[in-house]
């Protein structure tokens, strides 16, 4: 079965550290997507890729960044942790153009003391 | 003034009653959608869509695209549906890019 996943599923860090989470599913999607979930924020997008090589910035981006170099993956680098940043991570993806159902991943929970 | 709106943002039943969560929103959307979100969980996809009205089970979603408004319906609910049901809706030129509720907090009990 095509599945999303994440890992890993929960880190604790500290300030100033570079981290990366993966993401990596099966579903063969062009689309994929990272968001932070905080409690009083809900879901806000950080960053988004419509295909291999294309990545754009989304509502919250600021100290965070990603690359595509193949369809399954979209990697999320924090360059250097920030307490702000302690949080619950999801990935999800979804099918060419728009008006299609999401899957996410598990989520990771990220500390950064 | 946040471009979705859930109401309410916590909601306390009984087993058996009938529920009714909110969404309103403000631009315009190509797609609206409903998400389940279990304690310390992952996040479900439970309806997509751009008009009329889905079923799945206990589960009805409708949307009035005029309204700009947009329900969810549990009925029979149970303990098993206390969860986070979020609303989120994809502008036409977004392609998979959403923009979220603050969630519902559901708790259903015995």
């Not at chain 1, 949080?87 to 899957?103: H, L």
């Not at chain 2, 909601?11 to 190509?30: H, K, P």
């Not at chain 2, 049901?85 to 392609?95: F, H, K, N, R, W």
Request: aromatic residues 8%; contains cysteine.
């Amino acid at each position: 079965d095509a599945e999303i996943t994440q890992s890993p599923r929960h880190k604790i860090t500290e300030t100033g550290r570079q981290v990366t989470l993966a993401c990596h599913q099966t579903w063969n999607h062009n689309n994929m997507f990272w968001y932070r979930q905080d409690l009083g924020h809900g879901l806000r997008l950080i960053h988004y890729s419509y295909g291999v090589h294309d990545t754009n910035k989304g509502e919250v981006s600021d100290g965070y960044s990603v690359s595509r170099s193949n369809t399954e993956d979209l990697p999320l680098t924090l360059e250097s942790a920030a307490s702000s940043q302690t949080s619950v991570y999801f990935c999800a993806s979804t099918g060419t153009g728009g008006m299609n159902e999401q899957f996410f991943g598990p989520g990771t929970r990220l500390t950064v003391l | 003034k946040n471009e979705v709106e859930q109401s309410p943002q916590n909601l306390t039943a009984q087993e058996g009653e009938f529920i009714t969560i909110n969404c309103s929103y403000s631009v315009g959307i190509s797609a609206l959608h409903w998400l389940q979100q279990h304690p310390g969980g992952g996040i479900v996809s439970l309806f997509m869509l751009s008009s009329g009205k889905k079923k799945h089970g206990r589960l009805i979603a409708t949307i009035n695209i005029q309204e700009k408004h947009s329900s969810l319906h549990i009925t029979a609910s149970h303990p098993r549906d206390s969860a986070v049901y979020i609303c989120a809706v994809e502008s036409g030129t977004s392609y998979g890019k959403l923009t979220f509720g603050q969630g519902t907090i559901l708790t259903v009990h015995p």
